[in-house]
């Protein structure tokens, strides 16, 4: 029968920290009696206790968590552990064979190998197995033991330590890459608008939680924007969330809009949904061509905030709203028009942004109204576009003492007129334009380049 690996003994041995004491398992079987462990020198007012095992057995019993290091003898014979185990037929010579099945129930610890000086092939190839150092008996002495012990706990450390440090490293590339494929990019080229967004998952190490934004721009130049937030916080939700992006974007795509929009959106969650408990809230805006007019359908989603040319950022009206989304089998969501103006700065946000606490205790609520004026003095500050939504999670998470415990999701939509006024017509946008040096229309050419 296979030894089982103790995994909770391999992790308090690599993690645990040591004292100043260390504490060796040798495992050796000399029938002649030949072999006995140096004294050890205290080096630094370190001592070195030993624990002496005769087989595999009596060794796996011995290996407790304070054990800092093994010494192993590879002529230590072959016994039933490592043939039930099956590693002795694929090991080779019978002493890897026994390392490899010390490595498997240690994966921890720092090993020793042990070996005649007149084998150092051998010894060079438990090194390579696994093993931090290797030993031969005939020069065993106490002050080289003890050197060899720090030496190989310290490279065992070291190397858990790396590996680690690999780990995370590919774990943040795999990251980012899942992140720039869960993450929507805006569709909106040709349009006038200015598109920042800042996300923040509330569980710790996510990538995602159950909010969700995305804007495109469809052919005949309306620009679609929307947000959304599924109730809950782990990663069922956040897929969830995902799906219900990835539908939107296909359905107003398609041409879809409003309550015939939110409908068939409902229709999506009812069917991917986990249990009839989950819903989502939604906020939806379609700005016009010209970018002066929108229409907003809220479905129990926080009303979006605008900020017009010389005028107080305010809430946009949401007494019209639908509920959310999985709530009511046959709910409608209506579409109210909404004049932007010239100059604009519309935000939508998710509840995440003003559930955050403030107050010397932590006891109140940010809310919309705490919201709408930290917005109004980061505006009197000068701020815009991806520093004004830097600046306003910064500033909730600092009200609330911390980090946030739900998901924020922030998307900004901005309007220039003056800006708009000084670009070139749309069929100029994008090239050169060559002037004829001849007053002659006939010879007048406007080759792009």
Same mark, same amino acid.
């Given at each position: 029968?296979?030894?089982?690996?103790?995994?909770?003994?391999?992790?308090?041995?690599?993690?645990?920290?040591?004292?100043?004491?260390?504490?060796? $398992?040798?495992?050796?079987?000399?029938?002649?009696?030949?072999?006995?462990?140096?004294?050890?020198?205290?080096?630094?007012?370190?001592?070195?206790?030993?624990?002496?095992?005769?087989?595999?057995?009596?060794?796996?019993?011995?290996?407790?968590?304070?054990?800092?290091?093994?010494?192993?003898?590879?002529?230590?014979?072959?016994? =039933?552990?490592?043939?039930?185990?099956?590693?002795?037929?694929?090991?080779?010579?019978?002493?890897?064979?026994?390392?490899?099945?010390?490595?498997?129930?240690?994966?921890?610890?720092?090993?020793?190998?042990?070996?005649?000086?007149?084998?150092?092939?051998?010894?060079?190839?438990?090194?390579?197995?696994?093993?931090?150092?290797?030993?031969?008996?005939?020069?065993?002495?106490?002050?080289?033991?003890?050197?060899?012990?720090?030496?190989?706990?310290?490279?065992?450390?070291?190397?858990?330590?790396?590996?680690?440090?690999?780990? =995370?490293?590919?774990?943040?590339?795999?990251?980012?890459?899942?992140?720039?494929?869960?993450?929507?990019?805006?569709?909106?080229?040709?349009?006038? $608008?200015?598109?920042?967004?800042?996300?923040?998952?509330?569980?710790?190490?996510?990538?995602?939680?159950?909010?969700?934004?995305?804007?495109?721009?469809?052919?005949?130049?309306?620009?679609?924007?929307?947000?959304?937030?599924?109730?809950?916080?782990?990663?069922?939700?956040?897929?969830?969330?995902?799906?219900?992006?990835?539908?939107?974007?296909? $359905?107003?795509?398609?041409?879809?809009?409003?309550?015939?929009?939110? =409908?068939?959106?409902?229709?999506?969650?009812?069917?991917?949904?986990?249990?009839?408990?989950?819903?989502?809230?939604?906020?939806?805006?379609?700005?016009?061509?010209?970018?002066?007019?929108?229409?907003?359908?809220?479905?129990?989603?926080?009303?979006?905030?605008?900020?017009?040319?010389?005028?107080?950022?305010?809430?946009?009206?949401?007494?019209?709203?639908?509920?959310?989304?999985?709530?009511?089998?046959?709910?409608?969501?209506?579409?109210?028009?909404?004049?932007?103006?010239?100059?604009?700065?519309?935000?939508?946000?998710?509840?995440?942004?003003?559930?955050?606490?403030?107050?010397?205790?932590?006891?109140?609520?940010?809310?919309?109204?705490?919201?709408?004026?930290?917005?109004?003095?980061?505006?009197?500050?000068?701020?815009?576009?991806?520093?004004?939504?830097?600046?306003?999670?910064?500033?909730?998470?600092?009200?609330?003492?911390?980090?946030?415990?739900?998901?924020?999701?922030?998307?900004?939509?901005?309007?220039?007129?003056?800006?708009?006024?000084?670009?070139?017509?749309?069929?100029?946008?994008?090239?050169?334009?060559?002037?004829?040096?001849?007053?002659?229309?006939?010879?007048?050419?406007?080759?792009?380049?």
């Amino acid at each position: 029968m296979p030894v089982p690996v103790p995994q909770q003994r391999a992790e308090a041995a690599a993690e645990a920290s040591h004292g100043a004491d260390l504490t060796l $398992l040798v495992i050796e079987d000399d029938p002649a009696g030949t072999f006995t462990v140096p004294e050890l020198p205290a080096a630094a007012g370190t001592r070195v206790r030993i624990r002496t095992a005769r087989n595999l057995t009596e060794a796996g019993r011995l290996l407790t968590d304070d054990v800092d290091c093994i010494l192993l003898d590879l002529a230590l014979p072959t016994g =039933s552990e490592t043939r039930a185990s099956g590693t002795g037929d694929a090991a080779g010579p019978d002493g890897l064979a026994t390392l490899q099945h010390v490595l498997r129930i240690a994966p921890g610890h720092a090993v020793l190998a042990l070996t005649a000086q007149d084998d150092t092939a051998l010894a060079a190839e438990a090194v390579r197995v696994g093993a931090q150092d290797y030993l031969f008996r005939d020069e065993l002495d106490g002050r080289l033991l003890s050197r060899a012990i720090r030496y190989a706990v310290e490279r065992k450390r070291a190397d858990a330590a790396q590996l680690r440090l690999t780990e =995370s490293a590919l774990r943040a590339q795999e990251n980012a890459r899942l992140e720039r494929g869960l993450l929507p990019t805006p569709l909106l080229e040709g349009s006038d $608008l200015r598109f920042a967004a800042r996300y923040r998952p509330g569980r710790s190490r996510a990538l995602l939680g159950g909010d969700f934004y995305d804007t495109v721009r469809t052919p005949d130049g309306t620009v679609h924007a929307m947000i959304g937030d599924v109730c809950g916080h782990g990663p069922d939700e956040a897929a969830l969330g995902v799906e219900l992006r990835i539908a939107w974007r296909a $359905l107003t795509l398609a041409g879809l809009c409003g309550d015939e929009l939110l =409908s068939t959106l409902q229709q999506v969650l009812e069917h991917e949904r986990e249990s009839e408990e989950i819903f989502a809230t939604l906020c939806t805006v379609d700005i016009a061509p010209d970018g002066r007019r929108a229409g907003l359908c809220l479905a129990g989603h926080p009303a979006p905030l605008i900020a017009r040319q010389g005028r107080a950022a305010h809430l946009l009206p949401y007494e019209d709203g639908g509920p959310a989304l999985g709530l009511l089998p046959r709910a409608r969501w209506p579409r109210r028009q909404v004049e932007l103006g010239g100059t604009w700065s519309l935000m939508m946000y998710t509840d995440g942004l003003i559930e955050g606490r403030v107050g010397p205790v932590g006891t109140q609520r940010l809310g919309q109204d705490g919201m709408v004026a930290m917005i109004n003095r980061q505006l009197a500050e000068g701020l815009a576009g991806e520093d004004l939504l830097e600046a306003a999670v910064a500033q909730v998470r600092e009200l609330n003492g911390g980090e946030l415990t739900d998901d924020v999701a922030v998307l900004l939509l901005d309007r220039d007129q003056n800006a708009v006024r000084r670009r070139p017509p749309d069929g100029e946008r994008g090239r050169n334009v060559l002037r004829p040096r001849t007053a002659n229309p006939a010879r007048a050419q406007r080759p792009p380049l």
